[in-house]
């Protein structure tokens, strides 16, 4: 089978978050189940490097307002496709926002242009390879199934993914001519949203299966809560509507053999772990204390993340003796906020304000448990990385989130299987007796170790989810 993935991020390549990680992992996950899969992706100055070796398999003379070519090069394990297209990828910063904090303003023209070439791949193949499956992912890639209609009336099967309802694309109808788009799906059927385009709701009403990263949130998703306004068009689709867990790769998030680590472990020489946290303590400036655990936060700093709730818990978290060390970047406010903490609570409270791979494995490593209050969580992977580092996640029912983490209630510490917490709802006071709780349960020495054991057992990986997504994938082609 072939798979051609469609995407704006690919890790290790270009990452601003978890959409990332599992582009660069699905094609993996899926090569052991005989699936070719190649991804295209913008050629982002990120990638030059790696273009260089790459062959030109295609070449444009106008795209959307300029020359572009299709760089094809094989890197870290994966076949990709690289869209070089200068007047619309080749600039400084943030892949998605300019100097100003603002989204560039030709982001709709950018991932027009990024749907329009993988949708002339997924109709005309290209240097002779054809897909028999085009996953497009997020809204940066859903006109793809609208461009392969245009185009021809038999497109290959389309799958459209959301990794996150938030981000939909949505731009004005005076946009509709340039970029290509037939005013005849300008409808509530089609791509028509309130009077404007939007690139998510184009997805998923010309997509044969829209899957999202958990099955919680594909049933929240058909909730106004949830929906963001396309709750109504997912409750049509409900049918053709699936979650899939996203996985982690096992062999970059291994406790065992992770070369970052201060100190290598496994779950049975857990107190090896120890020598992490000592480390941490120092790199953030904490005081030790055995007697309360030590948190940690990896995460951008936005509204979903729910991390202005532990802002308001701060008193109360130190009062109970816990730590945290914070590493995140994103909302400046959040960030001040942190900062500000940090100078309130020396010694107890850590911030580091950027982006730091190595670091984060570090804090897996060495934190006793992770806190994700999310609002909403399409599946969030942060508690899948502290699973396998038995770092306990203390997590919001919400998302992937209650569908990853097994909470400590009553029954699940007699049947022996909690990995962590979970509360609801997402408020200030449901996370302070979450974390109270958890320091609770920290003290019951030997339940917390049971709880690090089962959590490192939990299976994390891709083999369930690559066979679901396999399963889907045949669906289509027999169809
Ligand atoms: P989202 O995609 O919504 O940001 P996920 O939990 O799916 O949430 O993925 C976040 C990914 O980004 C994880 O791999 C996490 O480790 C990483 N990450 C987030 N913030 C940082 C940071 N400041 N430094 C390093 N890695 C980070
Ligand atoms: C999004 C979601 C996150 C998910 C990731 C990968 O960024 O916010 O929950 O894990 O995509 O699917």
Redesign the pocket.
Known sequence: MKLLLIASEC?PFI????????IGAIPKALSEEGVEGRVLLPLYPALQQIAASGVTVAEFSDLFGGAARLVAVTAEGLDLLLLDAPHLYDRPGSIYLGRDGQDWHDNPTRFAALSHIGARIGVNGIDGWSPDIVHAHDWQAGLVPVYMRQMTNSPPPCVMTI??IAFQGVFGADMMGSLGLDPAGFTPEGFEYYGRISFLKAGIAYSQKITT?SPTYARELMLPEFGMGLEGLLQARKSDLLGIL?GIDLEVWNPQTDPVLEQTFTSRTLKRKHQNRTALERRFDLQSDPDAPLFCV???L?E??GLDLLLEVMPQMVERGARLAL???GNPDLENAYKQAARQYQGRVGV?I????T??HQM?AGADAIL?P?RF???????L?GLRYGTLPVVARTG?LADTVIDANDAALQSKCATGVQFAPVTAAALAQAIDRTCDLFAETDTWSAMMRNAMKHPVGWDQSAKQYLALFNGLMTA
């Open positions: 890790a990452k601003t978050g978890g959409l990332a990680d599992v990794h996150n990263v996203n990896i995460s951008r936005t979903q993340k590493l995140g970047s580091v950027g982006y730091d791979e670091l984060s897996q994700i999310s969580e399409p599946c969030g992977l942060t508690q990385y992937g």
